[in-house]
């Protein structure tokens, strides 16, 4: 006989699995979006790179105080579709489409305007115009991006993953070739990315609309029908689910776009070494991450059918199989670290500063990977506030200001200013760590008494 507890953890594992794997594979597909660019833009030139890692650290943090507020949807239609509410989840998801033309116009508005950013960043002339010209094109996929986070908060929320991921794993073959069209034959260096980006959007969210419209899969909550206008108290639930789940994440990719400005006084080996560490610590988390959005949807769901102990248990098994990912992580950035670095650069002096910032992702790869599962099974709780102001806490008031003393120390903690950013990088993720798990416990504690 099967004992119940290994039974249970089986039955918890298959639906992590059904649910993460595709979440896994969309990760992963998207973020090769942004390593292909890179490596791309790398073969043109260094300071094609450079200028790439700069736009990014621009574009990052506005993608998500802006069109970050579509990520509220996933929770809200997570605990409805527990509840089977199929009829609310229809009407919601299509008053939230109006949001989403609203926030993906305010993003526009941002990206085509950040060039006023750079007039208060010191980095190399030439480096500068290529992220600027970026961010421009960039600017014209805005609505369209917002809009298809909104289809994909959707999908996710009701479980279907895996059409997620098949659109983003197009896109993401189909990038190769639009990047070479753009990059080498009409020898737009690193804009030509941007250019490819654009046009691949807008397909995916063509494509997104079409399968939403006729795929079975979306029967029971089939969005389109009679016309129906904005509500306010709709667009209200969005944004306290959505605005602090946005800003959260963009106060965490402020500390890293922060670190890569400050890192761009240090000269262009120092950025380049940055991007490609931030890029391959970013690829790897990869699977933490994955578990954690696949927690979300999972805990959201039990909640809303009212399993509260089912609910914890997924919670402690997220918990637990991101501590099992991040020791893998850990490993392989210590065997494979300079075999991947290769892969973006020939150049030594960034190859050596990439290895010595990728050393240090060593330490945060337990804390980082932990601490996100948390958020994303009080993401499940639809508690989206208390993370953020954990997020605020650990990388503005420790994070940042503590990596600047150290990078600006003259020598005095480490051997070059970039590593010091990176310390206070380790600090911060530590803290929020620690606040977020806090937060959890009390959280779980409060299902227990509704058992």
């Given amino acids: 006989m099967i004992d119940l507890n290994v039974a249970n953890f089986y039955r918890e594992a298959k639906r992590f699995l059904a649910i993460g794997v595709p979440i896994l594979g969309t990760q992963i ?37 802006t069109a970050g507020v579509m990520f509220g949807i996933n929770p809200i239609v997570a605990q409805l579709y527990g509840q089977k509410s199929f009829e609310e989840i229809k009407l919601k998801i299509r008053r939230f489409i109006w949001v989403a033309f609203f926030i993906g116009f305010l993003f526009f508005l941002a990206l085509s ?25 960039i600017s014209l996929g805005a609505i369209p991006m917002t809009i298809y986070q909104a289809l994909r908060g959707y999908s996710e929320g009701i479980t279907e993953t895996k059409t997620v991921f098949l659109i983003s794993l197009a896109i993401f073959l189909l990038n190769i070739p639009f990047n070479y069209l753009f990059i080498f034959y009409f020898d737009l260096g690193g804009v030509g990315c941007g250019y490819a980006t654009t046009v691949l959007v807008v397909m995916g969210l063509i494509c997104f609309w079409l399968i939403t419209l006729f795929s079975d899969r979306y029967k029971e909550t089939r969005l389109y029908g009679k016309f129906i206008n904005p509500e306010i108290s709709s667009s209200i639930e969005l944004f ?27 000269g262009a080996t120092a950025l380049a070494g940055h991007t490609i560490a931030l890029n391959l610590v970013g690829l790897l988390f990869m699977l933490p991450l994955s578990l954690g959005l696949a927690s979300a949807i999972r805990v959201g769901n039990l909640i809303g059918e009212k399993n509260y102990t089912q609910a914890n248990y997924a919670t402690n098994f997220s918990l637990k199989i991101s501590l099992l990912v991040a ?63 954990n997020l605020v806490i650990s990388y503005w008031v420790f994070a940042l200001p503590l990596g600047v003393y150290f990078a600006f120390g003259d ?4 051997r070059n200013q970039a590593e010091g950013m990176w310390i206070g990088m380790i600090i911060g993720i530590v803290v929020s760590m620690i606040l977020n798990l806090r937060r959890l416990k009390t959280k779980k504690n409060k299902l227990k008494e509704l058992f």
Avoid: W
């Fill in 113 to 137: 305007n950040a060039y006023l950013i750079f007039n208060f960043i010191e980095a190399e002339q030439n480096i500068k115009q290529i992220a600027i010209d970026y961010l421009k094109i």
């Fill in 411 to 414: 020598g005095k903690y480490v």
């Fill in 327 to 389: 020791s893998v992580n850990m490993i392989a950035i210590i065997v494979f670290g300079s075999f991947l670095i290769s892969i973006y650069t020939d150049n030594s002096e960034v190859a050596m500063m990439a290895l010595v910032l990728l050393y240090y992702a060593v330490i945060f790869q337990i804390p980082d990977a932990v601490g996100f599962s948390a958020v994303g099974s009080l993401r499940g709780h639809k508690d989206t506030f208390g993370p953020m102001v």
């Fill in 29 to 65: 597909v998207m973020y090769g979006l942004t390593t292909t660019d890179y490596i791309m833009a790398g073969y043109y030139s260094s300071d094609d790179l450079a200028g790439l890692g700069l736009a990014a650290s621009i574009f990052n943090p506005l993608y998500f105080l």
């Fill in 240 to 266: 306290k689910i959505g605005i602090p789940i946005s800003f959260g994440v963009f106060v965490e990719l402020s500390m890293f776009s922060g670190a890569a400005l400050i890192i761009s006084f240090f």
